[in-house]
């Protein structure tokens, strides 16, 4: 089992900053590919940005994110983080944590990132 846990979401004006952090615990080796999807309400889940632990560590972005997206992996602290700049109302969203090992997919409970002013 991995146990995933988001935090880092709230409330910040549009053009403003936000870092997710999502710490990974429980049988964490092995675990093939961590990232990040959201959901808005009344939309589907999508994928935002996922990084590959192993295959080089490369990283995929959804279109809508990149140039203002960035996904890191601290791997001493078993930990995933999401530098979100330049954020627009349309960002607003639960954030949520993704791992996947053996394949199964792990989720964490998520984080509410709101862009408002």
């Known amino acids: 089992q991995v146990q995933l846990v988001e935090s880092g979401g709230g409330l910040v004006q549009p053009g403003g900053s936000l870092r997710l952090s999502c710490a990974a615990s429980?049988?964490?080796?092995?675990?093939?590919?961590m990232g990040w999807y959201r959901q808005a309400p009344g939309k589907q889940r999508e994928l935002v940005a996922s990084?590959?632990?192993?295959?080089?560590?490369?990283?995929n972005y959804a279109d809508s994110v990149k140039g203002r997206f960035t996904i890191s992996r601290d791997n001493a602290k078993n930990t995933v983080y999401l530098q979100m700049n330049s954020l627009k109302p349309e960002d607003t969203a639960v954030y949520l944590c993704?791992?996947?090992?053996?394949?199964?997919?792990?989720w964490g409970k998520g984080t509410l990132v709101t862009v408002s002013s």
């Open positions: 993704n791992a996947v090992k053996d394949g199964r997919l792990y």
């Open positions: 429980g049988s964490i080796f092995s675990i093939y590919a």
């Open positions: 990084s590959y632990i192993t295959s080089g560590g490369s990283t």
